[in-house]
Nanobody, 126 residues
Framework: VQLQASGGGLVQPGGSLTLSCAVP????????VGWFRQAPGKEREGVSS????????YYSDSVKGRFTASRGNDKHTVHLQMSGLKPEDTAVYYC????????????????????WGQGTLVTVSS
């Protein structure tokens, strides 16, 4: 499973950015697609995920209300709309696919994901 994340860049605090992850067709209908990030010197953190079974979405407390994950109409893209960006959102963002059944408590845990794309850097700075 090959994943391609894109859309990173430099944005000012309070600004918005949308990341996209291209996934093979049919993945979205069956498996969870998650977004993770890793800031310099920090552990990788689960940010958001969309369930493949019922399209439920999950968010970390740090981004809830500011980030929105969605499926593209083309059925092989997942977007992460980020608004109200803060300097602490600066990180390399990764998308990943988890092919095993997940409980709701698992969706933001990186060890439950099997396939990873390369990251895209988001820098929030004035």
């Amino acid at each position: 499973v090959q994943l391609q994340a894109s859309g990173g860049g430099l944005v000012q605090p309070g600004g918005s950015l949308t990341l996209s992850c291209a996934v093979p067709e049919l993945i979205l209908d069956h498996y969870a697609v998650g977004w993770f990030r890793q800031a310099p010197g920090k552990e990788r953190e689960g940010v958001s995920s969309i369930s493949g079974t019922d399209s439920s979405s999950y968010y970390s407390d740090s981004v809830k209300g500011r980030f929105t994950a969605s499926r593209g109409n083309d059925k092989h893209t997942v977007h992460l709309q980020m608004s109200g960006l803060k300097p602490e959102d600066t990180a390399v963002y990764y998308c990943a696919v988890g092919v095993r059944p997940l409980y709701s408590s698992d969706y933001l845990r990186d060890s439950d994901y099997d396939y990873w794309g390369q990251g895209t850097l988001v820098t929030v700075s004035s």
